[in-house]
C-alpha cells in the first residue's frame, strides 16, 4: 500500500497533461494531428516542436520513441509537441532520378505540414513566433533542418510562415539536408543547430550523398557550411555507430537542457564539436559539465 501510494505521488508531481488536436485539413480529407505535452509546472517560454522518423514511409507522433522524448522534455518543464505529416514515400515505386524527385516531394509536402504546424501554434496556442524549437529523427530530423533551411533562403515551401519568423533552435538526430544546388548556403544565418548522428551511418548520411545534380549534405558537412557562415551549432559524432542514433533523443535530454540554455536563452555564440568513441565518457568542456551537473541536481 505504501509503495502504490509513494508511485502515486511521484506520478502526480511528474505528470504531463496531453491533448491531441488537428493542426491543418489537408485535400478536405485528410486531418493532421498534434499532441501537445503541457507540463504541469512549465519552466520554458520555449516550445518544442517534434517531428518522427520513419524514412517518409511509416511513423507516427504515436511511436513510443517518440512518447518517450516528449514526456522526459515535458517532465523538464518543456511544451513539446509531436506532429503527424504527410507521408510522401509511403507507396512508392519509383527509380533513378524519379525516386529522388519524389523524395524531394515528400520532403517538401513536409516542410509545409511543419510550417502549418508552427502557424498553428503561433495562432491558436499562443506560442511566440521566436519561441519555436524545431526537432526531429531521421526523416523528422531531415524537416526540421530542411525547414530552418528553406526559410533562411525564402523558399516558396515555407510561405506560410512570415517572413521575420526566426527560428529560436534546431534539434537533429541522424538528419540531413537534401539541396538542389550543390552546396548549402545560407540567404541569412539558420537558427543555431544541435546535431548527433553516427559516423557509420548507412540509412541517412553523416557526410554527403551526390546524385542527378542533388546533395543529401548530413551532420558533417553541415557543420563546414555552418562554420564557413559563422553560425552557432553543437555536433556530438558518435565514432563508428550507424542509424541508432536517431533513437537517443530520450538520452540526450540534459544536453538539449544545455544546447537551449547556452545557445538560445542566454544566446551564446558557440561552436562545439565532439566526438565519442566511448558514450560512457563526458566530453572535456568545462561549462558543459558544470552546467550538466546544476542540471542533474535539479532532476
Given amino acids: ?9 511521484v506520478g502526480m508531481m511528474n505528470a504531463t497533461n496531453t491533448r491531441d488536436v488537428v493542426y491543418i485539413t489537408r485535400y478536405d480529407t485528410l486531418d493532421l494531428y498534434m499532441t501537445i505535452y503541457e507540463p504541469e509546472e512549465l519552466k520554458s517560454d520555449y516550445v518544442i516542436l517534434y517531428m518522427h ?9 504515436n511511436d513510443s520513441v517518440v512518447v518517450e522524448y516528449c514526456k522526459a522534455m515535458s517532465e523538464r518543464g518543456f511544451r513539446v509537441v509531436a506532429i503527424d505529416y504527410r507521408l510522401g514515400m509511403e507507396s512508392f515505386e519509383a527509380r533513378g532520378i524519379m525516386l529522388i524527385q519524389t523524395i524531394q516531394n515528400a520532403i517538401y509536402q513536409a516542410v509545409e505540414d511543419c510550417s502549418a504546424a508552427v502557424v498553428y501554434l503561433i495562432e491558436k496556442e499562443g ?12 526523416a523528422g530530423a531531415i524537416i526540421a533542418l530542411e525547414t530552418d533551411y528553406l526559410h533562411s533562403n525564402g523558399c516558396c515551401y515555407t510561405a506560410l510562415l512570415p517572413d521575420t519568423l526566426r527560428f529560436a533552435g534546431v534539434l537533429s538526430y541522424s538528419g540531413a539536408i537534401l539541396s538542389t544546388s ?3 548556403d545560407y540567404a541569412r544565418c539558420p537558427a543555431p543547430t544541435m546535431l548527433f548522428h553516427g559516423t557509420k551511418d548507412n540509412i541517412v548520411t553523416y557526410n554527403t550523398i551526390k546524385m542527378f545534380g542533388y546533395e543529401l549534405c ?3 558537412s553541415l557543420v563546414r557550411r555552418l ?6 551549432y553543437y555536433i556530438r559524432r558518435y565514432e563508428g ?10 538520452q540526450t535530454v ?3 537542457e544545455y544546447f537551449i540554455q547556452k545557445y538560445i536563452v542566454e544566446k551564446k555564440h558557440l561552436m562545439i564539436d565532439e566526438r565519442y568513441r566511448n558514450a560512457d565518457v563526458e566530453p572535456k568542456i568545462e561549462y558543459y559539465n558544470q552546467l550538466r551537473a546544476e542540471l542533474m541536481r535539479s532532476k
Fill in 1 to 9: 500500500m505504501f509503495l502504490l501510494l509513494f508511485v502515486g505521488i
Fill in 53 to 61: 522518423g520513419g524514412a517518409f514511409i511509416s511513423g507516427s507522433r
Fill in 127 to 138: 506560442v511566440e513566433s521566436d519561441k519555436v524549437i524545431l526537432a526531429g529523427a531521421s
Fill in 182 to 184: 550543390g552546396l548549402v
Fill in 218 to 220: 548530413g551532420s558533417s
Fill in 227 to 232: 562554420k564557413k557562415y559563422n553560425c552557432p
Fill in 241 to 250: 555507430l550507424s542509424h541508432e542514433v536517431c533513437h537517443y533523443g530520450s
Fill in 254 to 256: 540534459l544536453e538539449t
